[in-house]
């Protein structure tokens, strides 16, 4: 069965600091791997889309790393703002579906 | 360009009424998707077009769900009769390419709540 499995499922950090989201898929035929921001009450927005020979993209403060042979996905978040605080979405491109995450949740603290 | 443009932002009815979202897409854009986002199964899609054709409506619920596109600028997801189980975010997005090729554009979601 094509599952997309994000860790953790809430996260709470203080401004400032870095942190690190988990994906790890199980999915058949993989095309790409993408990463949505959602943030309270809006629609997600894309951060990175990552094909099978790429094994990282930068956004900005965002980072996503793609290991295609352990099925593993992280996106890492450096010095975070309190602007962070949403959900982030692992979004895995099995043509012709795409397999949603279920999110994880950022808490960015003063 | 405004983005993808959804109404109503909020929904409250009864159980048993009709409701309908609407979606406008980003201008250019050849398809456009509706999805349910809940707590419990995340973002589900429902169904998507292609230059006003629908193309995988797999994950409509029943068949108290239709949607039509009746020109490239213009959507509408009904519910009819609607029941408590609907109750849900509905997000409308658009993109230019095929769903696997290109990244989607969500606009702000429609909150429903069936009474």
């Known amino acids: 069965k094509n599952q997309v499995e994000q860790s953790p499922q809430s996260l709470i950090i203080l401004e400032g600091k870095n942190c690190t989201l988990q994906c790890n898929y199980t999915v058949s035929p993989f095309s790409n791997l993408r990463w949505y921001k959602q943030d309270t009450g809006r629609g997600p927005v894309s951060l990175t889309i990552?094909?099978?020979s790429e094994n990282t993209k930068s956004n900005g403060r965002y980072t996503a790393t793609l290991d295609a042979d352990t099925k593993q996905s992280s996106l890492h978040i450096t010095a975070s703002q309190l602007s962070d605080s949403a959900s982030y979405i692992c979004?895995?491109?099995?043509?012709?579906?795409?397999?949603w995450g279920l999110g994880t949740s950022l808490a960015v603290n003063p | 360009d405004a983005g993808v443009i959804q109404s109503p932002r909020h929904e409250v009815t009864e159980m048993g009424q009709e409701v309908t979202l609407r979606c406008k897409p980003i201008?250019?854009?050849?398809?456009l998707f509706w999805y349910r986002q809940t707590m419990m199964r995340g973002l589900e899609l429902l169904i998507y077009?292609?230059?006003?054709?629908?193309?995988?409506d797999s994950g409509m619920p029943e068949d108290r769900f239709s949607a039509k596109m009746p020109n490239a600028s213009f959507s509408t997801l009904k519910i009819q009769p609607s029941e408590p189980r609907d109750s849900a975010v509905y997000f409308c997005?658009?993109?230019?390419?095929?769903?696997?090729?290109?990244?989607?554009?969500f606009g702000s979601g429609t909150q429903l709540s069936v009474l």
């Open positions: 077009f292609n230059n006003n054709v629908p193309i995988d």
């Open positions: 979004v895995v491109s099995s043509p012709p579906k795409l397999i």
């Open positions: 201008s250019g854009h050849d398809y």
């Open positions: 990552m094909t099978f």
């Open positions: 997005a658009s993109s230019l390419m095929g769903p696997n090729n290109e990244k989607l554009f």
